[in-house]
């Protein structure tokens, strides 16, 4: 056990909490201060459940090693949050793959939240390239995204880059995308002010890159965890040093992707036994299936628990998802399943109607049972249908599955 005392930070709302969390990060990493653990102010009871899960401060809980810098809390948007041991080394070892990959260091827009690994990595950039972010106000608990504000940061932020050469760059997670996309051109055109845009955290619908893509976004899309210290493989491609294979791929060559390289963390804060079955050999055994396609290029075809039996039949639920929200009428759709006593399980899918769609309701319903049904079978198709204006989400700006799947309990089944 390590003597390096853990230590929690509380990440203020708005620019001054991300600056105080800046100011801990060099002896961090550098191991001449404690260990820290970034935590949200709230809201209370997701911050309870970090607290639980990480234990910082006490001292009834010594930290697993003296090479951990930070431990920073996976998003929790699918279940229980758990704590990763990241070392300095995998912190820094991931910001040089990046800008080995991008061309260099650059300027970074913080728009997600620092106490998660994706904004934490933006600061760690920061501090080695010593190019001060731009964050915004609503970061934390100072309020919901908002893609006004975000195109007021991304203006101010591109003048600086204009003034003094630096690349601009920003990290979004597909929700923040599509809301900057369907609020109005004027958000929308700032994310042509950019040179790279990474879009990670969750699955990409392939229909959100498009129209990014369409109106000027450089997109590259990410896959990672906390686990590997945020994306390690852009568009497909692993960045320098990590490895993936595909374990016990099946005639198809679909299996569970397995990650090692510089960036893979220690494991789980006072999880031996979990740590012990996900980490083998140095190497990530993820919960993700994929596979390796012949020009190289690693494809992500869902969880290893994504898959339900509906009557007896095998439904994968991130393509359903994906069918849905490639629907011209729909901007958003997350999906979800929940035990049934009749067919085993039902899925139930939440959407955000498309601003220019004329459908009604009920024939937007009926165009998406439709759809799914033709492509993947009458077991897939959706039996409860909620159009939202807005999905709930996690500080993280993940959307939580978690209450959707709650929601969806309470509703009839369609």
């Known amino acids: 056990m390590s003597q390096r005392k853990l230590t929690r930070i509380t990440v203020d709302a708005g620019p001054d909490g991300v600056q105080a969390l800046a100011a801990q990060i060099p002896d961090a990493i550098n191991g001449a201060g404690p260990a820290i653990t970034p935590m949200p102010s709230g809201p209370r009871g997701y911050v309870d459940s970090l607290v639980h899960a990480i234990r910082p401060d006490d001292d009834s809980a010594p930290l697993e090693s003296d090479d951990v810098a930070v431990v920073l809390a996976s998003s929790g948007s699918t279940g229980t949050p758990r704590g990763i041991l990241l070392t300095g080394a995998n912190l820094i070892q991931a910001c040089h793959a990046t800008d080995e990959r991008l061309g260099g260091p650059a300027r970074w827009v913080l728009a997600i939240p620092t106490y998660h690994v994706g904004g934490f990595q933006v600061l760690v950039r920061a501090h080695l390239s010593g190019i001060p972010v731009i964050p915004l106000e609503s970061l934390g608990s100072g309020g919901r995204f908002s893609p006004t504000e975000f195109a007021e940061a991304t203006a101010m932020a591109r003048s600086v880059s204009d003034a003094d050469g630096a690349p601009l760059r920003v990290s979004l997670v597909p929700t923040q995308l599509a809301r900057i996309i369907d609020s109005g051109p004027g958000a929308a055109a700032s994310l042509a002010e950019y040179d790279t845009i990474l879009l990670g955290g969750a699955a990409a619908p392939p229909g959100l890159v498009t129209r990014a893509k369409a109106i000027g976004a450089k997109v590259v899309t990410t896959y990672g965890m906390t686990e590997t210290t945020g994306g390690c493989v852009y568009d497909g491609r692993p960045l320098k040093g990590t490895r993936v294979r595909i374990l016990k791929p099946d005639a198809q060559g679909v299996g569970q992707i397995a990650i090692s390289g510089p960036t893979i963390a220690q494991g789980y804060r006072l999880l031996p036994d979990v740590t012990e079955n996900v980490f083998v050999d140095g190497e990530l055994r993820t919960s993700d299936n994929g596979y390796v396609h012949e020009d190289g290029r690693l494809v992500v075809t ?112 369609t």
């Open 302 to 413: 869902g969880r290893n628990d994504d898959v339900v039996q509906v009557g007896g039949i095998s439904v994968p639920i991130s393509q359903v998802e994906a069918l849905i929200s490639s629907h011209p009428d729909v901007s958003e759709a997350v999906v979800v399943a929940t035990p049934d006593p009749e067919w085993g399980a039902k899925v139930a899918a939440f959407v955000i109607p498309h601003p220019e769609s004329s459908l009604t309701t009920a024939a937007r319903r009926e165009a998406i049972v439709e759809s799914v049904t033709e492509m993947m079978g009458n077991e897939a198709r959706p039996r409860v249908i909620v159009e939202l204006d807005h999905l709930p989400s996690l500080p993280s700006n993940k959307v939580d599955r978690v209450q959707l799947r709650k929601l969806a309990e309470r509703h009839s089944v």
